[in-house]
């Protein structure tokens, strides 16, 4: 069975940091680019960042970059972010999601986490 | 970055009308625009790759049409278990971008 399992959420301060992670399995991990999507509360869906199945290959929202970094561990087939500096608007459910390559450009994302909450308040 | 578009933001049907969803996009995404279905504290789920593709295990109640600016989603006949938000997302351009979502609601 194909699942992607998110995990480290909660609340934090605004400035403060956080990491998730997402624990794949099911099927070949490295062979996907893996991503974050995140939904504040009541809002719609947004693509955070992704990274290539070698890791090589990065990308980021405008919204995150410098402040995010996005991993991962084909060995313990995991992938990571880690969010520092927090923002009140970056509170929202994180969902990890996968991503095949079809001749060099990234597919559909499935399959999906069922998400991890961000808080961020003081 | 190419932005979405999706109308109307909720459509209020009965079971057994059909739905017409659009997205449209700020500028040419080709084909490369998927569908997914979203119910309340749940993930969304792929409906319709590639403009126009039935995603494994989708019903034939669900079609995807479109290229270029303009696409729509068709749900023939809503049965009880449709009613939820769906979201377009392109795959043209980095950044991945979703539309803002269409919610259908029981009338």
């Known amino acids: 069975e194909v699942q992607l399992v998110e995990s480290g959420g909660g609340l934090v301060q605004p400035g403060g940091s956080l990491r998730l992670s997402c624990a794949a399995s099911?099927?070949?991990?490295?062979?996907?680019?893996m991503h974050w999507v995140r939904q504040a509360p009541g809002k719609g869906l947004v693509w955070v960042s992704g990274?290539?199945?070698?890791?090589?290959?990065?990308r980021y929202a405008d919204s995150v970059k410098g402040r995010f970094t996005i991993s991962r561990d084909n060995a313990k087939n995991t992938l990571s972010l880690q969010m520092d500096s927090l923002r009140a608007e970056d509170a929202a459910v994180y969902y990890c999601?996968?991503?095949?390559?079809?001749?060099?450009?990234?597919?559909?994302?499935?399959?999906w986490g069922q998400g991890t909450l961000v808080t961020v308040s003081s | 970055e190419i932005v979405l578009t999706q109308s109307p933001a909720t459509l209020s049907l009965s079971p057994g009308e059909r739905a017409t969803l659009s997205c449209r996009a700020s500028?040419?995404?080709?084909?490369?625009l998927a569908w997914y279905q979203q119910k309340p504290g749940q993930a969304p789920r792929l409906l319709i790759y590639?403009?126009?593709n039935r995603a494994t295990g989708i019903p034939a109640r669900f079609s995807g049409s479109g290229s270029g600016i303009d696409f729509t989603l068709t749900i023939s006949s809503l049965e009880p278990e449709d009613f939820a938000v769906y979201y377009c997302?392109?795959?043209?351009?980095?950044?991945?971008?979703f539309g803002g979502g269409t919610k259908v609601e029981i009338k």
């Open positions: 999601a996968g991503t095949r390559v079809i001749m060099s450009r990234v597919d559909w994302f499935d399959p």
């Open positions: 099911g099927f070949t991990f490295s062979n996907y680019w």
């Open positions: 590639d403009a126009s």
């Open positions: 997302q392109q795959r043209s351009d980095w950044p991945l971008t």
């Open positions: 990274i290539s199945g070698s890791g090589s290959g990065v």
């Open positions: 500028q040419s995404v080709s084909s490369y």
